[in-house]
């Protein structure tokens, strides 16, 4: 099984980016653990803080890979043009997000991106993007 792990903008400063609601790991140590918890599976890692390198990469994999997990920052409560990306591959995609968007501004609980994705997953810290893993593990032996 393939899957990508995309990251939308300012995901790539996780670990110093206020610790307090996005915790203290970076991607980059984290990526490695997931590696090594499912050692049976292509786990990719790719993060953008451009819209359109995020579509290109989706696209890109969209119609050959298991599976996307896809944490889209704050595209996820604006961009139409990730949305129809979504809509316009066969890769099942799953929402991430790192903390609970539903507790917070109201501005985050709405979501663009979620009727073009399988399900979303948010407020575990990291641990979302395994329970994302584990959610796309599930529709393949569904
Ligand atoms: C986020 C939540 C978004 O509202 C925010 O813009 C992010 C991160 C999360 O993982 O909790 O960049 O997607």
Same mark, same amino acid.
């Given at each position: 099984?393939?899957? @990508? $792990? $995309?990251?939308?903008?300012? /995901?790539?400063?996780?670990?110093?980016? %206020?610790?307090?609601?996005?915790?203290? %790991?970076?991607?980059?140590?984290?990526? +490695?653990?997931?590696?090594?918890?499912? +050692?049976?599976?292509?786990?990719?890692?790719?993060?953008?803080?451009?819209?359109?390198? *995020? $579509?290109?990469?989706?696209?890109?994999?969209?119609? #050959?890979?298991?599976?996307?997990? /896809?944490?889209?920052?704050?595209?996820?409560?604006?961009?139409?043009? *990730? /949305?129809?990306? @979504?809509?316009? $591959?066969?890769? +099942?995609?799953? %929402?991430?997000?790192?903390?609970?968007?539903?507790?917070?501004?109201?501005?985050?609980?709405? #979501?663009?991106?979620?009727?073009?994705?399988?399900?979303?997953?948010?407020?575990?810290?990291?641990?979302?993007?395994? /329970?994302?893993?584990?959610?796309? *593990?599930?529709?393949?032996?569904?």
């Amino acid at each position: 099984m393939k899957i @990508i $792990i $995309i990251n939308g903008p300012n /995901l790539n400063l996780l670990g110093t980016r %206020e610790p307090e609601i996005y915790g203290s %790991e970076s991607m980059e140590a984290y990526i +490695p653990k997931l590696r090594q918890r499912y +050692p049976d599976m292509e786990i990719e890692y790719y993060q953008s803080n451009v819209e359109g390198e *995020l $579509i290109n990469k989706m696209q890109e994999v969209g119609f #050959s890979y298991d599976g996307i997990v /896809l944490n889209a920052g704050a595209y996820t409560h604006t961009s139409i043009a *990730l /949305l129809d990306c @979504i809509r316009s $591959i066969h890769t +099942p995609v799953v %929402e991430v997000h790192i903390s609970n968007v539903s507790s917070r501004e109201e501005f985050r609980s709405r #979501s663009v991106i979620a009727p073009g994705c399988r399900g979303t997953i948010q407020g575990f810290g990291l641990d979302s993007y395994r /329970l994302a893993i584990e959610s796309l *593990l599930g529709l393949a032996t569904r």
